[in-house]
Nanobody, 126 residues
């Protein structure tokens, strides 16, 4: 069972930046397509974006495109979510997700996702 852990959440002012990380201490993430989802209190879960393995192609939800960037460093066994221009409605718990399978040309942000982290809280407030 793949185990993945997020880190880097916190409190940031509107317009600020934050970088989340996702890694696994026991498993190589190199051959997994990975992504980020988020969920705010009282709201439905929302896709953020994803990144394929090998080619590192990315795909984003319209709500974050141009502000958020997903990347991965296979040598460090880590995926990142760089968030710029943060808005109060970006406040949510952010989850790292992963799935196996053949490398896709473009990953589908809606999943399905086989593995989930426990989440890290991001709060955007002045």
């Amino acid at each position: 069972q793949l185990q993945i852990v997020e880190s880097g959440g916190g409190l940031v002012q509107p317009g600020g930046s934050l970088r989340l990380s996702c890694t696994s201490s026991a498993f190589s993430l190199e051959f997994y397509t990975m992504g980020w989802l988020r969920q705010a209190p009282g709201k439905e879960r929302e896709e953020v974006g994803c990144i394929t393995w090998r080619d590192h192609n990315t795909n984003y939800a319209d709500s974050v495109r141009g502000r958020f960037t997903i990347s991965r460093d296979d040598a460090k066994n880590t995926m990142y979510l760089q968030m710029n221009g943060l808005k109060p409605n970006d406040t949510a718990t952010y989850y790292c997700v992963a799935r196996g399978g053949p490398v896709p040309g473009i990953c589908a942000i809606e999943g399905p996702w086989s593995y989930w982290g426990r989440g890290t809280q991001v709060t955007v407030s002045s």
